[in-house]
Antibody
């Protein structure tokens, strides 16, 4: 079945970096894009950015632009999200989500299970 | 930047009754509007896309309507499993993943 499986929880110190992975299965990876969405504890959903599964093109939200890099490895159908210079307010569950077409402006039909990233000294 | 506003923040409804949730966009999004359901500890689940099309496997008691700036999600007869948080998301304007702040649907 179509699914996205994310890497496990991370605990990082302020100023460090984190890299979360999202492995896709059950569909043609290069036919769809992947967005990353995060959710701080008790808060709503925040879109962080999008990467094309076809050619690696990216669009990032202004709030994380300059600190985030999204990449893909088509040989393993895996998307990655790296966030640098971590702050306490980056503490959140990070989700990858498949767009329903190969473009950033989509709804998200398949979601990963989420990866908890905790930033604490 | 577009802003999505959901109302009410919390809605208390009895099982078997109808629930109506609203979402307003600060500028027109045409019909590029999706609704998601999220239960505690789980990822969001797509319910509605294109403002009114149910996603695969979504029961017919969920329906979406609206276009432009005003949208509604209606749950016709609430089941126990429907009590959750609901988010709207526009994907017409920048940023493409703009979500509303959510409506918590609780048991009355």
């Amino acid at each position: 079945q179509v699914q996205l499986v994310q890497s496990g929880a991370e605990v990082k110190k302020p100023g460090a970096s984190v890299k979360v992975s999202c492995m896709a299965s059950g569909y043609t990876f290069t036919s769809f894009g992947i967005s990353w969405v995060r959710q701080a504890p008790g808060q709503g959903l925040e879109w962080m950015g999008w990467i094309s599964g076809y050619n690696g093109n990216t669009n990032y939200a202004q709030k994380v632009q300059g600190r985030v890099t999204m990449t893909t490895d088509t040989s393993t159908s895996t998307a990655y999200m790296e966030l640098r210079s971590l702050r306490s307010d980056d503490t959140a569950v990070y989700y990858c989500a498949r767009g329903d077409k190969e473009a950033p402006n989509t709804s998200f039909d398949i979601w990963g299970q989420g990866t908890m990233v905790t930033v604490s000294s | 930047e577009i802003v999505m506003t959901q109302s009410p923040a919390t809605l208390s409804v009895s099982p078997g009754e109808r629930a109506t949730l609203s979402c307003r966009a600060s500028q027109s999004v045409s019909s590029y509007l999706a609704w998601y359901q999220q239960k505690p500890g789980l990822a969001p689940r797509l319910l509605i896309y294109g403002a009114s099309t149910r996603a695969t496997g979504i029961p017919a008691r969920f329906s979406g309507s609206g276009s432009g700036t005003e949208f509604t999600l209606t749950i016709s007869s609430l089941q126990s499993e429907d009590f959750a948080v609901y988010y709207c998301q526009q994907y017409n304007n920048w940023p493409p993943g703009a979500f509303g702040q959510g409506t918590r649907l609780e048991i009355k």
